[in-house]
């Protein structure tokens, strides 16, 4: 691992990851990162003004682009878990696709109490 990874910060910060990519890439600004990454500049801006998470995919995109390891990338924008949870709605959903579909109504159906099956 490089030197990269004691860079971490102690919370949630894309900031640090940006200008860090930014330095290795040796861009200038955020547009040329987005052309590097092949995204939208809009999405780099919503990432470094909080509006937006970094993304699993933003981050391979990131690895492919830097040659800086996952975790590098993650420790570089406070992300220290050694594992990701599953949300509880994430969870409940996979718990219920065993579960049959409930038959869909149309409101003039369900005001009837009919299905439309």
């Known amino acids: 691992m490089s030197e990269l990874i ?3 910060t102690r919370s949630y910060n894309p900031v640090q990851l ?3 990519m930014r330095q290795q890439l ?3 600004n955020d547009a040329a990162l987005a052309r590097e ?3 939208q500049a809009p999405l780099l801006s919503k990432i470094r003004n909080g509006k937006l998470p970094v993304s699993a995919g933003l981050l391979i995109r990131m690895h492919e682009a830097s040659g800086l390891a996952i975790e590098e990338l993650r420790g570089l924008m406070g992300d220290r878990r050694s594992r990701f949870r599953i949300c509880a709605r994430s969870r409940s959903l996979s718990m219920r696709q065993g579960a049959k579909a409930r038959p869909a109504t149309s409101t ?3 005001r009837a109490g ?3 099956w």
């Open 114 to 116: 009919k299905s439309t």
């Open 6 to 8: 004691y860079l971490r």
């Open 18 to 20: 940006l200008d860090t």
């Open 26 to 28: 040796a861009l200038d």
């Open 108 to 110: 003039r159906a369900a």
């Open 37 to 39: 990454l092949d995204i």
